[in-house]
């Protein structure tokens, strides 16, 4: 079992930057992926950005060229970090770990909120 537990979040004014942080309670190197995934009020939870034990990202089209994820097994943390932010990304941003690359995401954290504002 992981935990996860996501740090960072806050209110930013439009084009601001925030980091986002997640530590995990046990080992991220056996987990396939790392991924952030957001929920904004109304709408469906959508990954905005994964990255695999290999290092291969996959990021959200809204999000290219803005967002960066990255990951440190050393310390069991995974980052992402927001810049050029706008108002549509307001949102509740989740960490989440996923074991295998034929499973669904097992591990989720509490989230934390982003709120940019115009």
């Known amino acids: 079992q992981v935990q996860l537990v996501e740090s960072g979040g806050g209110l930013v004014q439009a084009g601001g930057s925030l980091r986002l942080s997640c530590a995990a309670s046990g080992s991220i190197s056996n987990m396939h992926a790392m991924g952030w995934h957001r929920q904004a009020p109304g709408k469906q939870r959508e990954l905005v950005a994964a990255?695999?034990?290999?290092?291969?990202?996959n990021y959200a089209d809204s999000v290219k060229g803005r967002f960066t994820i990255s990951r440190d097994n050393a310390i069991n943390t995974v980052y992402l970090q927001m810049n050029a932010l706008n108002p549509e990304d307001t949102a509740v941003y989740y960490c989440?770990?996923?074991?295998?690359?034929?499973?669904?995401?097992?591990?989720w954290g509490q989230g934390t909120q982003v709120t940019v504002s115009s």
């Open positions: 990255v695999t034990s290999g290092g291969y990202t």
């Open positions: 989440a770990a996923r074991r295998r690359s034929w499973t669904a995401w097992d591990y």
